[in-house]
């Protein structure tokens, strides 16, 4: 079989292996291809029978021209740059990521949660830039910090990543409102139990966003939700950034309704220079890494990996074309 990856990169910037690939057909790597040059993709592809992709959108033009395709193989759990119709109507097998970040992400909330609480970075550039020699103390600092223990986390969207969040959360000491379309009753406990939406924005210091991005949950951070929040509020999003209206956080970041915002993840990646959260007070955005520890990467390689290679014995693994 012919393989072509079209997006390697960020899944191997080089300390990985695509070996396992390798081994289950002839294989093309490209690290980056122009998602707007259809013409490219369709090149790039040309008769492989297997695309590898991240990123590159595969629409019905390119499945129309791209005949020799039976099988895309997602490198992430998002699946919106495939046209899962058109590939349903050429009978081609969609598989995708479904669990591989879950310890990494959640670690990655809480590190953009301890930042907000402490300036680690500003209090270590300040250091480094002299502020602590020429300090009249012992000890300085120049933000307000924040203890976790005895505040109220509510987590929106808690499935295995949200879940795990929970449980440092908990470590913390602190105590959790989970909500979410499916409940498991028995995950509640003394520090953590469910709750509906209105209640979670109301009594939570801490929102963190662990849901996925549809339709219902398309802009879930509002003004309208906004105002139901506690004043003061931190809000952290490393799941997807359309699920907050920018504008309305910038507006809310900069009034001090919400007092901080985490976020690695925005609605167009790579952030564009008018988004309004660059310019927003107290928001702490980096480059959507959240999924990129070695670690983490190399549970991804495995599974994507295994899932070709259960296409090629006929019994697919995590189908999202049915």
């Not at 294989?27 to 695309?51: P, Q």
């Not at 109507?89 to 930042?115: D, H, M, R, W």
């Not at 976020?263 to 959507?288: G, M």
Request: net charge negative.
């Amino acid at each position: 079989m012919k393989i072509v990856i079209l997006d390697g990169y960020t899944e191997n910037p080089g300390d990985l292996s695509w070996s396992g690939f390798e081994k289950l057909g002839v294989l093309t790597v490209y690290d980056r291809t122009s998602i707007d040059d259809i013409e490219l993709i369709k090149k790039r592809i040309g008769d492989a029978d297997a695309v590898i992709v991240n990123k590159t959108p595969l629409s019905k033009e390119i499945f129309d021209s791209c005949t020799s395709i039976k099988y895309v193989g997602m490198l992430s759990t998002g699946y919106d740059v495939i046209d899962i119709k058109a590939a349903k109507e050429k009978n081609i097998l969609v598989s995708n990521i479904p669990t591989y970040g879950t310890e990494s992400v959640s670690q990655f909330a809480i590190a953009l949660l301890l930042e907000i609480c402490h300036h680690i970075g500003h209090h270590s550039h300040a250091v480094y830039n002299g502020a602590w020699e020429k300090s009249l103390d012992w000890c300085f600092w120049d933000y307000p910090l924040i203890e976790l223990k005895g505040k109220t986390m509510g987590i929106i969207g808690y499935g295995r990543i949200g879940q795990t969040t929970s449980k440092i959360a908990q470590a913390l000491g602190m105590n959790v409102l989970a909500s979410d379309a499916y409940k498991n009753l028995a995950l509640e406990n003394d520090m953590m139990h469910y709750e509906e939406l209105d209640k979670l924005l109301e009594y939570s210091d801490v929102i963190i966003l662990h849901c996925p991005l549809l339709p219902e949950t398309n802009g879930i951070i509002n003004k309208k939700n906004i105002l139901k929040m506690k004043d003061s509020v931190i809000i952290i999003n490393n799941s997807r950034g359309a699920l907050i209206v920018e504008e309305d956080l910038a507006e809310a970041l900069n009034t001090g309704k919400v007092s901080a915002a985490g976020l690695d993840v925005v609605s167009t990646e790579p952030i564009r220079s008018d988004n309004p959260l660059l310019k927003a007070k107290n928001c702490f955005i980096t480059p959507h890494i959240s999924w990129a520890p070695k670690e983490s990467r190399q549970r991804l390689m495995d599974i994507a990996v295994e899932n070709f290679k259960s296409f090629i014995e006929g019994n697919p693994l995590n189908v999202i074309s049915k």
